[in-house]
């Protein structure tokens, strides 16, 4: 079972969590604000934000992302959409700290995943869809165990905490614990959260895994995969979430909670 670490208080940065995890293992990091130094090594971090049909949120999100201190690259792959996005990702290429990648057709969130990766360069890689659902002002939440316990893989939760968390419909959210228990049989992971965008990887680490899935199956391929890494210390920590309806845009349906499930069931046997 995972470990639950807490802060000493509210206005200091948690313990430094150094025990190496010789089997799959998630260390919960329970909330408190992140107290940044400017003598602390914050690793480098790269972005990597898909991007179909996200025209009226597009700008605002990297607006944000660009606002972080700790952002030294954004990746932005066009995944052939077909809204204006595109328009508005020309006018951003050449943006400092901004580059932009293109898929000539429509592949899948997965797809534009892998050539984001491909091309990232930071000693972190985070994943942040395009829309406005999660807050880049978690980024210094994320990093925190890279720097304090030499984590490999940190994954943001969305039910660790219950204040500043919108899930709106009740099927979304108990999709997601299906699929995270699921997983977590499998895996021998103790998630509260598999299927969260926010995961923060090293590069390394990342870029060591052979990923095939072209859509929103590659959540629990990437989960199982990391899972096997030898050594891999991760951990998961909470953070804000602003969920957002299939009216506003959300893309996900019950045909993808099905290719989940057998996602996980194929990645626990096959590499």
Same mark, same amino acid.
């Given at each position: 079972?995972?470990?639950?670490?807490?802060?000493?208080?509210?206005?200091?940065?948690?313990?430094?969590?150094?025990?190496?995890?010789?089997?799959?293992?998630? !260390?919960?990091?329970?909330?408190?604000?992140?107290?940044?130094?400017?003598?602390?090594?914050?690793?480098?971090?790269?972005?990597?934000?898909?991007?179909?049909?996200?025209?009226?949120?597009?700008? !605002?999100?990297?607006?944000?992302?660009?606002?972080?201190?700790?952002?030294?690259?954004?990746?932005?792959?066009?995944?052939?959409?077909?809204?204006?996005?595109?328009?508005?990702?020309?006018?951003?290429?050449?943006?400092?700290?901004?580059?932009?990648?293109?898929?000539?057709?429509?592949?899948?969130?997965?797809?534009?995943?892998?050539?984001?990766?491909?091309?990232?360069?930071?000693?972190?890689?985070?994943?942040?869809?395009?829309?406005?659902?999660?807050?880049?002002?978690?980024?210094?939440?994320?990093?925190?165990?890279?720097?304090?316990?030499?984590?490999?893989?940190?994954?943001?939760?969305?039910?660790?905490?219950?204040?500043?968390?919108?899930?709106?419909?009740?099927?979304?959210?108990?999709?997601?614990?299906?699929?995270?228990?699921?997983?977590?049989?499998?895996?021998?992971?103790?998630? !509260?959260?598999?299927?969260?965008?926010?995961?923060?990887?090293?590069?390394?680490?990342?870029?060591?895994?052979?990923?095939?899935?072209?859509?929103?199956?590659?959540?629990?391929?990437?989960?199982?995969?990391?899972?096997?890494?030898?050594?891999?210390?991760?951990?998961?920590?909470?953070?804000?979430?602003?969920?957002?309806?299939?009216?506003?845009?959300?893309?996900?349906?019950?045909?993808?909670?099905?290719?989940?499930?057998?996602?996980?069931?194929?990645?626990?046997?096959?590499?």
């Amino acid at each position: 079972m995972a470990q639950t670490l807490t802060t000493a208080a509210a206005t200091t940065a948690h313990p430094a969590l150094s025990h190496p995890v010789s089997t799959p293992e998630a !260390t919960c990091i329970a909330a408190a604000p992140i107290a940044v130094s400017a003598s602390t090594p914050w690793p480098t971090l790269s972005v990597v934000i898909p991007v179909f049909n996200e025209a009226p949120t597009l700008r !605002t999100l990297v607006g944000r992302v660009l606002a972080s201190e700790f952002v030294t690259e954004v990746l932005l792959v066009d995944d052939g959409s077909s809204d204006g996005s595109s328009s508005i990702l020309l006018e951003l290429d050449g943006t400092p700290r901004v580059r932009v990648l293109r898929h000539s057709c429509n592949r899948g969130k997965g797809a534009a995943l892998r050539t984001g990766f491909a091309h990232a360069s930071s000693e972190v890689v985070v994943v942040q869809d395009a829309d406005l659902e999660y807050d880049p002002q978690d980024y210094p939440r994320l990093l925190r165990p890279f720097v304090d316990a030499k984590a490999d893989v940190v994954y943001g939760s969305r039910f660790l905490r219950g204040d500043g968390v919108r899930v709106p419909l009740v099927h979304h959210r108990f999709g997601n614990r299906l699929l995270t228990w699921c997983s977590n049989r499998l895996t021998g992971l103790d998630l !509260t959260d598999m299927e969260t965008c926010y995961k923060a990887m090293r590069r390394s680490v990342l870029q060591s895994l052979r990923l095939r899935e072209d859509r929103f199956a590659i959540e629990p391929e990437l989960t199982a995969k990391l899972a096997r890494v030898p050594s891999a210390r991760m951990f998961e920590v909470p953070i804000s979430y602003d969920g957002r309806r299939h009216t506003e845009g959300k893309k996900i349906s019950w045909r993808d909670g099905f290719a989940a499930l057998w996602a996980i069931l194929k990645y626990r046997f096959v590499d």
